[in-house]
T-cell receptor, first 116, second 110 residues
Framework: GAVVSQHPSWVICKSGTSVKIECRSL??????MFWYRQFPKQSLMLMAT?????????EQGVEKDKFLINHASLTLSTLTVTSAHPEDSSFYIC????????????FGQGTRLTVV | AQRVTQPEKLLSVFKGAPVELKCNYS??????LFWYVQYSRQRLQLLLR??SRESIKGFTADLNKGETSFHLKKPFAQEEDSAMYYC????????????FGTGTKLQVIP
């Protein structure tokens, strides 16, 4: 199957700083990318959907100004957690789908963010 | 609104016993249903999808539109099946978001 790569796999940052997470589709064009957040022993919670070249659509309750999403190309989307706080510590996962009907969503390996 | 319900957080079965992981959904329109699996320390990966109607690793799932269900079944559980299983739903089209259920942990007892 296709490969989606996330970087970094884990990051520790100080409270108040910003952190950028990259998501790349390595061998296909991802017209749509999704960002999820997963708390320990819980399911994936969709944060936002981004289509290449347009603004992301955020789910209810997700702060747009805190979680900045950029999808500037068909192979790269970034999530920036701005002014991070300890409650932002979580596992962030990206997913990518190609255009067309019935396309499969491929997942990155996830990024463990710890804010201290 | 689209919603996926997996009623069981944990399902424990003995090796060789049949497995059924339940999934019910809510969606206005024609959804696409998936089962994803996450083995320990690995990323999520697609197990099967209803449109392909294929069996992967012995697992099958049939979409029942009347009951809005997409239960995952396997006749004989194996130890390597132990993992987290997520039922997911999407509208048709690559731009549609994928919504996940809360997941069921399958534990196969030797």
């Amino acid at each position: 199957g296709a490969v989606v790569s996330q970087h970094p796999s884990w990051v520790i940052c100080k409270s108040g700083t910003s952190v950028k997470i990259e998501c790349r589709s390595l061998d296909f064009q991802a017209t749509t990318m999704f960002w999820y957040r997963q708390f320990p022993k819980q399911s994936l919670m969709l944060m936002a959907t981004s289509n290449e070249g347009s603004k992301a659509t955020y789910e209810q309750g997700v702060e747009k100004d805190k979680f900045l999403i950029n999808h500037a190309s068909l192979t790269l989307s970034t999530l920036t957690v701005t002014s991070a706080h300890p409650e932002d510590s979580s596992f962030y996962i990206c997913s990518a789908r190609a255009a067309g009907m019935n396309t499969e969503a491929f997942f990155g390996q996830g990024t463990r963010l710890t804010v201290v | 609104a689209q919603r996926v319900t997996q009623p069981e957080k944990l399902l424990s079965v003995f090796k060789g016993a049949p497995v059924e992981l339940k999934c019910n959904y809510s969606y206005s329109g024609s959804p696409e249903l998936f089962w994803y699996v996450q083995y320990s320390r690995q990323r999520l990966q697609l197990l099967l999808r209803h449109i392909s109607r294929e069996s992967i690793k012995g697992f099958t799932a049939d979409l029942n539109k009347g009951e809005t269900s997409f239960h995952l079944k396997k006749p004989f559980a194996q130890e390597e099946d132990s993992a987290m299983y997520y039922c997911a739903l999407s509208g048709r089209g690559g731009y549609q978001k994928v919504t996940f259920g809360t997941g069921t942990k399958l534990q196969v007892i030797p």
